[in-house]
């Protein structure tokens, strides 16, 4: 079992900036990457960014040179800086990760960008 704890949802002004963090517990050992999903109202959820244990990144196309990922080892978290946000932005941002194959999700942080 693994537990994932997000926070740094916020309401922010277009062109803003907001800093997510995810610290993950449990059977950390086992983790097979990290990354953030978002989801806005009506639409599907999708990936902003994920990092593989060996340390390579992806990034959707919309948010590439905007937010960037990153992770503390120490601290088992793994953060996005969110830069230039712009209001198609807003969505809950999940937390996600994959062990023994199986998916576990955070509990959903909100982002809103105001234009």
């Known amino acids: 079992q693994v537990q994932l704890v997000e926070s740094g949802g916020d309401l922010v002004q277009a062109g803003g900036s907001l800093r997510l963090s995810c610290a993950a517990t449990g059977n950390i050992f086992s983790i097979n990457g990290m990354g953030w999903y978002r989801q806005a109202p009506g639409k599907q959820r999708e990936l902003v960014a994920a990092i593989t244990n060996s340390g390579n990144i992806d990034y959707a196309d919309s948010v590439k040179g905007r937010f960037t990922l990153s992770g503390d080892n120490a601290k088992n978290t793994v953060y996005v800086q969110m830069n230039s946000l712009k209001p198609e932005d807003t969505a809950v941002y999940y937390c996600?990760?994959?062990?023994?194959?199986?998916?576990?999700w955070g509990q959903g942080t909100q982002v809103t960008v105001s234009s």
């Open positions: 996600h990760t994959t062990v023994l194959g199986f998916d576990y």
